[in-house]
């Protein structure tokens, strides 16, 4: 079992930056494929970025975001810069127990989900 919990959510200016962070136990990640996803109510779950032996990322946020791990503080991170109002979302953080698993961009291909948190960006 993980257990993820995201941090770093919040109100954010067109233009402007956020940090999210996603701590993790039970499981190391480094061992793990992360990924980043993001929902508008009425809307399906959208992948954002995923990290196992490579990197990527969404076409919409290619450019603008950054996944990084810190394996030391077992933590995933989501660096948002040039925020766009349209990057308004809850933020979920989801992890695949194997990284060495094919790369997937589907919701359903991730065990382990955190609780999310919400990224709003005015214009």
């Known amino acids: 079992q993980v257990q993820l919990v995201e941090s770093g959510g919040g109100l954010a200016q067109a233009g402007g930056s956020l940090r999210l962070s996603c701590a993790a136990s039970?499981?190391?990640?480094?061992?793990?494929?992360v990924a980043w996803f993001r929902q508008v109510p009425g809307k399906e779950r959208e992948f954002v970025s995923s990290?196992?032996?490579?990197?990527y990322y969404a076409d919409s946020v290619k450019g603008r975001f950054t996944i990084s791990r810190d394996d030391a503080k077992n933590t995933v991170y989501l660096q948002m810069s040039s925020l766009k109002p349209e990057d308004t979302a809850a933020y979920y953080c989801?992890?695949?127990?194997?990284?060495?698993?094919?790369?997937?961009?589907?919701?359903?291909?991730?065990?382990?989900w955190g609780q999310g948190t919400h990224v709003t960006v005015s214009s």
């Open positions: 989801a992890a695949a127990p194997n990284k060495f698993s094919p790369s997937s961009t589907s919701p359903t291909d991730y065990n382990y």
């Open positions: 039970g499981r190391p990640l480094s061992i793990c494929r």
């Open positions: 990290s196992g032996l490579k990197s």
